[in-house]
């Protein structure tokens, strides 16, 4: 089970750093962060391999974000920085048990949290 958290209203230009807290089975490996803006596809941001920390991420997020993880916690985080309007979206964690193939679609995961929403906006 995952539950996403730590998103909320931001002015352009500010910070936000989500959390995904892993509960139950901790059997998955690598856990994605996702957006969905209103009317749009759901958009893949970034994963972290729980093992060894091996990250990726999308253009849209090379640079502002920063996925990092604590596996003591079982949690996931998002630093989000010099956010802008067009990143307001319901923001989404992910996880996946196997490894291999694709990572950048949402049928690529198993498991969902419930969304968070970040709005940016002054």
């Known amino acids: 089970q995952l539950q996403a958290s730590g998103g909320g209203l931001v002015q352009p230009g500010g910070s936000l750093r989500l959390s995904c807290a892993a509960s139950?089975?901790?059997?998955?490996?690598?856990i994605g962060w996702f957006r969905q803006a209103l009317e749009k596809e759901r958009e893949w941001l970034s994963i972290?391999?729980?093992?060894?920390?091996?990250?990726w991420y999308a253009d849209s997020a090379k640079g502002r974000f920063t996925i990092t993880r604590d596996n003591a916690k079982s949690t996931v985080y998002l630093q989000m920085n010099s956010l802008k309007p067009e990143d307001t979206a319901v923001y989404y964690c992910s996880a996946r048990r196997i490894w291999g193939g694709s990572y950048t679609r949402p049928q690529d995961y198993e498991y969902w949290g419930q969304g968070t929403q970040v709005t940016v906006s002054s």
């Open positions: 139950g089975s901790s059997d998955y490996y690598a």
């Open positions: 972290i391999t729980r093992k060894d920390g091996t990250t």
